[in-house]
């Protein structure tokens, strides 16, 4: 009963090498958000979707991109991966209604390597 | 200054005893109050939320929030080692920018 999934778990890629990181929810939320958590760091949203409606952070490097084609998958591009960008990488998905405790449901991340 | 600040830890307790998790924050606006749990690389599932001042109570977890302070705090009684774990505070407002701010999250070891 896997509600928000990620793919890959572990994902390694060479300096430079475009990579896409994926997330798939069964819960029908609004709004999928991903953020880039580094070791012993809070994670930090990168940007999010409320519907179509694309939400950049304001200061998400122009290297990371997303695309949300239907309401179930969200994807994470990064241009050209550097070293600074290995981290993991949690999608999280909520309801998005107004006037409510927005719960934030995650995944279990991917962890991307940079060689 | 960040707008939320947590003790990075790490917390070492023996089995059995009380623990305190705390944070502060600096914006008033902040609304309502979350705790996330993360095990070593997954992804962190919610503990517990609650929007108003006082204490919440959730079997051996009780969250507890002082607006007038800006200070929440999770306590877990009869700490068990399945409870060692990072424990992240995350606040949030109803209106406006709706993303949750994460504290940095407080490593918890709880011995056997």
């Known amino acids: 009963d896997a509600m928000v999934i990620q793919n890959p778990r572990y994902q390694v890629t060479q300096f430079g090498k475009p990579v896409t990181l994926s997330c798939s929810q069964t819960?029908?939320?609004?709004?999928m958000y991903w953020y880039q958590q580094k070791s012993s760091q809070a994670p930090k949203l990168l940007f999010h979707y409320y519907d179509k409606d694309f939400n950049n952070e304001a200061d998400t490097p122009d290297n990371f991109q997303s695309r949300r084609p239907n309401t179930s998958f969200c994807f994470l591009d990064i241009r050209s991966p550097g070293l600074g960008d290995a981290a993991m990488y949690l999608c999280?998905?909520?309801?998005?209604?107004?006037?409510?405790?927005?719960?934030?449901?995650f995944g279990p991340g991917t962890r991307l390597t940079v060689l | 200054q960040k707008e939320v600040e947590q003790d990075p830890g790490p917390l070492s307790v023996p089995e059995g005893a009380i623990v305190s998790l705390n944070c502060t924050y600096s914006n008033s606006a902040f609304q309502y109050f979350m705790w996330y749990r993360q095990y070593s690389r997954k992804g962190p599932e919610l503990l517990m939320y609650t929007y108003s001042s006082g204490n919440k109570e959730d079997g051996r977890f009780t969250a507890q929030v002082d607006k007038s302070s800006k200070y929440i705090s999770l306590f877990i009684r009869d700490s068990q080692p399945s409870d060692s774990a990072t424990y992240l505070c995350?606040?949030?407002?109803?209106?406006?920018?709706?993303?949750?701010?994460f504290g940095s999250g407080t490593r918890l070891q709880v011995q056997p």
């Open positions: 819960l029908n939320h609004n709004v």
């Open positions: 999280a998905t909520s309801r998005g209604r107004a006037s409510s405790t927005d719960t934030q449901y």
């Open positions: 995350a606040i949030g407002r109803f209106t406006g920018r709706r993303a949750l701010t």
